[in-house]
């Protein structure tokens, strides 16, 4: 426990000393109290590392640490709210009216009634911590430097220590944990209700015996940071949940039969992270959600009864991920193009959806986009190209998007800096516009193009892709030649040509050049060409002293394996999945001889995807399912 405090400790130290708290907590006249409590942890935080190693002989310095924990926690929370106020002032300065200005100050939210008790409240921890910074002087703790032993640290935004002992409902027992909680009398749960549990979760609400009795055990462990309850009731009985809980940072209601979100969702300040996903009865959120504005993930995926988002949507200035269903036609007028902050926007089964957002706008600091199953989608927004952020682009069955569209024509700077291009298939998709491509010829490491059916040339620019690590062209069955100069992809440690019949993989070579590049080339994927005879073998050449896997699939006129196939001395998986002839040749011809060198050989007529590919370590090239792009989400 110790090492988690001490990763905490270290974290709110950095939070007090940034600047926006100094400044804030000079207006708020608690400048030296915050002064005091960061030199009281700083003293703390000296011993922590000898009371971790002497914890487990000591009951008494378990309990001190305990202590300092629930500190911990409280501090935390005032740090939160004066976050909290920085956010909602950014808010009221950059979209307030002047009624909402003066709303606020007669409110209960103005900032002279929240400085009044937030120091009040910073005084009773300070007394609280200098009990505890005197207590530690009975265990003899010494001074450690943080260098001469490592610590578990975590990082600044999950804002929790998760232990068995502050959860309800963590494992196999959870119901019958909740459901003896509640058959107690009211004082017998005042005794065994922790006030210090933080993370509360119910599977199954049907085993509760009254909803009265959730209720008081909500009031018994208060400041609940994780509530997960994807069974709920009815939205009368969730809105009382909510408040009594105020402290909320993580809220999962996965799969809740919610037909409204209570208007009081707006309440909880501090949420972070708030999962709708699958709550396949809810139409509409109220626009109250857009007072969250330290919300950083929001998960609407699944929502498919979901009529329309709010319209303050740009309220919510911290909000980092948005992953969302909706039956709208689009997302102008929602906000969310204005939102500084999201940095990951994830469309899932958008059946209605024509176009995201009006001319020129787009989220600022954009960084993945990924649209799945929007089948009357038009056009991506066209300030796309101008995104210096933009890294991630990944669509999925798209039926009518034309990526060319109202793009190819327009005199703008093309901006783009791509890392990662994942599509699979869009049918108008014949080539890759030069507005995706123009500016990632140094960036752009991942490149899928999958069950492109109509997709029939590929850029001639493609061997100038020098951070190219990753080539996946699957069923794409209309292209017919590879661009000339492949091997000038000295980056690439990934190919997989997989199901693109008509294709010409011995282009290159009919320009070989003399002296091959060097290659990085590790794991090569050929499957799917019915008609090929020999494998091509700048390929093998080109890679001859890095390939580690190699798989040849349903490729029923190979007969054979090329002589050059036993210079390939760094070839340790060798996969040869239902192609007949070459399997004879393997096992009982000059190919058994050949590939006596490979450590693992998978010959077969038959593939299983759990045994060669997803569940192990090696190359799954013909995954064309399982084209993932990998999302920056956050640690709440």
């Known amino acids: 426990m110790a090492d988690l405090i001490s990763g905490t400790i270290k974290n709110l130290l950095g939070q007090l000393t ?49 202590k300092l924990k629930n500190v911990c926690y409280d501090i935390e929370d005032v740090l939160d709210l004066f976050e909290v106020e920085t956010l909602t002032k950014q808010v ?37 911590l200098d009990e505890i910074a005197l207590d530690k002087s009975q265990f003899h703790l010494r001074e450690i430097a943080g260098n001469q032993r490592p610590v578990v640290l975590r990082g600044k935004e999950t804002h929790s220590f998760v232990e068995p002992n502050e959860v309800i409902g963590r494992d196999e027992h959870k ?114 959600l857009c007072k969250l504005h330290s919300l950083q993930f929001l998960n609407l ?30 997302l102008s007028e929602t906000g969310i193009e204005c939102l500084k902050s999201l940095r990951t926007l994830d469309l899932e089964d958008c059946k209605n959806l024509e176009y995201l957002f009006a001319g020129m706008e787009c ?23 101008c995104l210096t952020s933009f890294k991630i682009l990944h669509i999925e069955n798209c039926q009518e998007l034309d990526l060319g569209m109202k793009f190819e024509s327009e005199d703008v700077n093309i901006m783009l800096s791509l890392q990662r291009l994942g599509i699979k298939h869009l049918p108008k998709l014949i080539y890759l516009p030069s507005w995706l491509l123009g500016g990632t010829l140094k960036s752009l490491e991942v490149i899928h193009l999958i069950d492109c059916e109509n997709l029939t040339e590929l850029p001639e620019s493609l061997p100038s892709f020098t951070s190219l690590k990753e080539l996946y062209i699957i069923t794409c069955p209309s292209l017919k030649t590879l661009p000339r100069g492949m091997k000038r992809l000295t980056s690439l440690k990934k190919l997989s040509f997989s199901y693109c019949e008509n294709l010409n993989l011995t282009v290159e070579e009919e320009n070989d050049e ?23 073998k700048w390929l093998l050449q080109w ?35 239902d192609c007949p002839l070459l399997i004879e040749s393997c096992k009982t011809g000059e190919d058994f001889h050949r590939t006596a060198h490979v450590e693992k050989r998978i010959i077969s007529n038959t593939y299983q995807l759990e045994s060669f590919g997803r569940k192990s370590d090696d190359f799954a090239p013909l995954g064309a399912a399982t084209i993932t792009i990998e999302y920056a989400c956050l640690a709440l």
């Open 18 to 66: 940034e600047v926006a708290y100094d400044e804030i907590s000079s207006a708020w006249g608690v400048k030296t109290d915050l002064q005091k409590l960061k030199a009281t942890l700083l003293t703390i935080q000296a011993v922590l590392l000898d009371a971790e190693e002497q914890q487990a002989h000591s009951r008494v310095l378990r309990d001190w640490l305990h």
């Open 543 to 577: 890679s001859m002293l890095s390939l580690e896997t190699l798989w040849i699939i349903d490729c029923h006129q190979l007969k054979t394996l090329p002589a050059i196939i036993q210079s390939l001395t760094s070839l340790k998986s060798l996969y040869i999945i």
């Open 175 to 288: 119901q019958t944990i909740v459901k003896n909680l509640l058959s107690l009398s009211d004082n017998e749960r005042r005794q065994q209700s922790s006030k210090n549990t933080r993370h509360l979760a119910i599977s199954d609400i049907g085993i509760l015996e009254t909803k009265r009795n959730i209720l008081s055990m909500l009031g018994y462990v208060n400041n609940i940071r994780t509530f997960i309850c994807p069974k709920l009731g009815s939205e009368t009985f969730f809105n009382m949940c909510l408040l009594k809980c105020k402290s909320l940072r993580v809220l999962n209601l996965e799969s809740s039969s919610l037909k409204v979100l209570p208007y009081s969702i707006g309440t909880l300040k501090q949420l972070r992270f708030l999962n709708l996903s699958e709550s396949k009865r809810i139409k509409k959120l109220p626009n109250s």
């Open 301 to 330: 995926t699944g929502c498919s009864e979901l009529e329309e988002l709010p319209k303050d949507m740009k309220y919510m200035i911290s909000l980092r991920v948005l992953a969302l269903t909706t039956k709208q036609k689009s």
């Open 92 to 128: 009221i300065t950059t979209h307030g009216s002047f009624q909402k200005k003066v709303h606020r100050f007669f409110s209960s939210s103005n900032t002279v009634v929240v400085s009044f008790k937030l120091a009040r409240r910073i005084k009773n921890i300070r007394k609280d």
């Open 363 to 385: 989220p600022p600091a954009l960084e993945t986009l990924a649209i799945h199953n929007s089948p009357m989608l038009i056009s991506l927004p066209r300030a796309l190209k």
């Open 514 to 536: 003399d002296q091959p590049s060097e290659s990085k080339l590790e794991k090569l994927a050929i499957g799917g060409f019915p008609k090929l005879t020999t494998l091509p």
